[in-house]
């Protein structure tokens, strides 16, 4: 292949996925939950272009952590590990090999659910402690008095996140892995080029269902939004970040509603991102649907507790165990 042509490729279609992930939130915030509920709703830019925009343009401010720098990095890491796997499904990139199989894919995917439960760890605001607590200024002790903190809960919350919650979209990504006898994305784009798209079997049905379940919950999206409780006033992990590292955590969420709707069109209807293919389309649509069917979804739903979320996700699982059966079959 032409390095000229494969560069113009993975950059444009980088360059792309970024500019159309920032409205994938104004787009499920204002033409969706906004009907819903009846109301006007924000502009479409807004939520994920100006909100960005907006926090790069704040102040700096150190956080109350034991490792601030850390802690401050993480959102960027998050982006960086959706960044990978969009990077790794454009067709150029096949010829690397590993890093462009399902196994690199889930890889990158857990990086983006374990910083969750650093982000719980290493917050440590005033806000989110118990009142009355102790009052270490004057000196006074409290030899048995732990000292707790609601970012705790919401580490131990994604902990459970990827313990459970995982499974459904993990399984639904090997359904196309088992059709094609290959991990390899070349291989399950060549495999549905000759014999159709995943999507129109049996096993691609229900794998659909269980990845678009398993899509929701990685974007932390209710009825799945394990990580915003309302005792933590302000979503918990999230509650210190502040300026251009806040403006990350909005960039990254847009980023990634577009990278697993083009990991969802190569994985089921064999359609690589590639900006000088007007396979494009397709991902652009595939990324712009799923938004939109999560927002009506979750307008109806109900706030799950662990009560619904340990059953739901099993049965999740338990469809996603289906569907590789009747792949092999």
Known sequence: MDPSYAVATVLGTVILGLLVSLWLPGIERKFVHARIQQRIGPPVSS???????????????????PLPRLYNSLPIVGFISALLILLFLIPPMYTLGALASLVAIVGFLKIEEVIYVFMGSLSRSVMSMGMPFPDLARGAKHPDLQRYFLEDLSSMRAFRLIAFGSFPIYLAIFVPAVMSGSIFLKDIVAYQAI?????????????AVVFFIGYMILLNEYPFAILKTKADVIE?????????????????????????????SVLFLGVPPNILSW??????????????LMAIFSAFAPVFTFKQFYPVTAAASVLGVLALVTAFV
């Not at 925009?53 to 700096?60: Q, V, W």
């Open 236 to 264: 918990g992990p999230y509650m210190e970040y502040a300026a251009r590292y806040r403006a990350f955590v909005y960039i990254t969420r847009g980023f990634l509603m577009f990278t697993l709707g083009c990991l969802f």
């Open 195 to 207: 014999h159709g798209p995943v999507l129109f079997t049996l096993a691609g049905v229900v794998g």
């Open 279 to 292: 396979g494009i389309l397709v991902n652009i649509a595939v990324a712009a649907v799923f938004p939109v």
């Open 47 to 65: 939520p994920g272009l100006m909100a960005a925009l907006k926090f790069f343009y704040k102040k700096t401010v150190k956080p109350c952590s």
